[in-house]
């Protein structure tokens, strides 16, 4: 049987008409690929570009100002669940452009005035001045303002890299990259449709690995690299870092929770990120520090180093967004950058100690060395329970606080550009929120390890400001409490509560019991504190979405060869996160009491 393939594209002929041009490939074995074209006119008035009827055996699927043409057969993964993936990633490399254009120019500026002081000084010598390069003259008018370049390489469908196309301005090229055949007709197909210029997107058949590897040369480096597997990101992460140029952005996307915020895998997690995760309320923030670790230390092997800009935990995977640079003096900082946590098995008190520590005598001299053994003794001194070890992961910032400001600038003056613009403005300033201590609690995972009366949030956030502490919200899970309060002073508060709302048939030998057998140190101010109420919340954001469609979450893998983007996956891992499923009753709980509130 020949093979058919149908392409449709469209053209502007003129001002009153737009022509759709139906591609007909016949391959009939071993005769030459005939072509033959038919064409329908359509009118431009009565038209948009989503008007033009997909061909047989395709479905038309628009996202933002791109639409792209879906098998029916599955052929390749599309999850429209992702949306908000892709909406946040186009702002953040939309933000990350202004900056780096800006950093860009200074530098200009700042080697034009070296090079004018220098011409200066050579006049006043009787010399002639310094012979202009033509690179430099391309710089001074500005013509080497050429855009930026995107490497995707994990495409299927080419949806992203089709909307990053059309809806980031100052795109020069765009690597669209798959490793399966039926990928990259799909992104040639789907370009051709939304009009985009094999010059602007070039598809690309190849091994994402082997393509970031030919990449590594300085010249070579794209500015903006885009990981978002069907799984784990580990495998691509070495290649990612040398290929991505200096000050360049790294986005990636991991969907592996089951390995990286649950308990079932820990092996796993270990061979793929180089740390243990943990089993308490706040593993999804540790799975975030897991992968940023690995992220850091892949790049210190070419004396490169990360700085994050926005680090999200959302719905069933995470994405993180990071900065690149060259400095050998910055990756000496990895130890002191990088930790270790010890949290407790009963009460899941935490703890944190980086593994190296910086000294800087008086002239600012900086001398490293090893930090000193774990901050715990070997049992909980709240309920006598031994400490669990997590990590090594990343111990510093989660966020930069003004690429979020210039992020939520940006958002808020494009409602046009983003349909899930509400959530991505809730997300962004309760990260915005956020304090730096590492981990939170939940106030649902507090009144049931002792076992008492449910506390409402604000109700315990006031106690901890009263004290003079500081509390935020994290973004990673709804009714959560980040604070910089010591474990000593959370459980001081919980007793206070359990005094005021008694508790029955504790036993003593219980997690419960040996924390309430002792007497608060400090009566808890449960009365409403004025700056409890945070901007996020008086403000009505959306900060924790719903779900957003029944039976939502990971879809199910495209069809074909098994490909190398999610090679040595655990099979059950994306099509059902255990860890996820377990959080659905405390999410629901937690949702209905900041409805009372």
Avoid at 223 to 238: E, K, Q, R
Avoid at 352 to 365: D, E, I, P
Wanted: charged share 25%; aromatic share 8%; with cysteine.
């Amino acid at each position: 049987m020949p093979l058919v393939l149908t392409r449709t594209i469209a053209r502007s002929s003129t001002r009153l008409f737009a022509q759709a041009y139906r591609f007909n490939f016949i391959n009939t074995g071993s005769q030459p690929t005939r072509l033959f074209v038919t064409s329908q006119v359509f009118h431009k008035d009565t038209m948009t570009d989503q008007d033009i009827p997909a061909p047989a055996g395709f479905k038309k699927v628009t996202e933002g100002k791109a639409t792209i043409l879906f098998p029916d057969t599955n052929e390749v993964f599309y999850n429209p669940i992702q949306e908000f993936n892709r909406d946040i990633s186009i702002a953040a490399i939309r933000t990350w452009d202004e900056i780096y254009q800006e950093e860009r120019e200074q530098k200009l500026a700042q080697k034009k005035a070296r090079k004018d002081a220098i011409n200066a000084k050579r006049a006043q010598e009787g010399q002639e001045p310094l012979p202009e390069k033509e690179s430099e003259g391309d710089e001074a008018s500005g013509s080497s303002s050429r855009g930026i370049t995107i490497l995707e390489a994990l495409s299927a469908s080419g949806l992203r890299s089709i909307r990053y196309a059309k809806e980031i301005p100052n795109v020069r090229h765009i690597l669209t990259n798959d490793l399966e055949a039926d990928a990259v007709a799909s992104i040639k197909r789907n370009a051709e449709f939304n009009g985009i210029s094999p010059e602007l997107l070039e598809p690309h058949k190849g091994d994402a690995i082997d393509v970031l590897y030919q990449h590594r040369d300085p010249l070579k480096r794209y500015n903006v690299i885009d990981l978002d597997p069907y799984g784990t990101a580990s495998p691509f992460i070495d290649g990612a870092v040398q290929a991505v140029s200096d000050g360049g952005l790294l986005c990636v996307t991991c969907t592996d929770l089951a390995v990286l915020a649950g308990s079932n895998y820990t092996e796993t997690c270990y061979a793929k990120y180089g740390g243990h995760p943990v089993k308490a309320d706040f593993c999804h923030e540790v799975a975030l520090r897991l992968v940023l670790n690995t992220l850091s230390t892949s790049a210190a092997r070419y004396k490169r180093h990360i700085v994050p800009l926005v680090s999200l935990s959302i719905d069933y995977y995470l994405r993180v967004f990071v900065r690149v640079y060259t400095s050998a003096a910055e990756v000496k900082l990895l130890g002191s950058k990088t930790s270790l946590a010890y949290v407790c098995s009963g009460c899941q008190s935490s703890y944190t100690r980086s593994l190296g520590k910086v000294t800087a005598n008086a002239k600012g001299n900086k001398k490293f060395g090893v930090n000193t053994g774990p901050p715990v003794n070997e049992k909980c001194e709240f309920c006598e329970n031994r400490f669990h070890v997590a990590g090594p992961m990343w111990g510093k910032e989660l966020h930069s606080i003004p690429f979020i400001d210039r992020m939520l600038k940006h958002v808020k003056e494009s409602a046009a550009l983003y349909k899930t613009q509400p959530r991505i403005l809730g997300m962004l300033t309760v990260c915005k929120e956020e304090i730096e201590s590492p981990f939170y609690y939940t106030a649902n995972g507090l009144c049931g390890t002792v076992h008492c009366t449910s506390i409402k949030l604000l109700q315990f956030n006031s106690a901890l400001l009263h004290q003079g502490y500081k509390v935020s919200g994290s973004h990673a899970a709804q009714g959560s409490i980040k604070t910089d309060a010591p474990p000593s002073a959370i459980w001081d508060i919980m007793r206070s509560w359990v005094k005021l709302n008694p508790v029955k048939n504790i036993k003593p030998d219980s997690v419960a019991g040996k924390i309430l057998v002792k007497e608060p140190v400090v009566i808890a101010n449960f009365e409403m504190h004025p700056d409890v109420k945070s901007e996020s919340r008086k403000a009505n954001l959306v900060r924790y979405q719903q779900n957003p469609t029944k039976h939502w979450g990971p879809q199910a893998r495209a069809g074909g060869a098994n490909k190398r983007k999610a090679e040595g996956d655990i099979s059950n891992e994306e099509k059902g996160d255990k860890t996820s499923k377990m959080e659905v009753d405390e999410e629901t709980s937690a949702r209905d009491e900041e409805k009372k509130e």
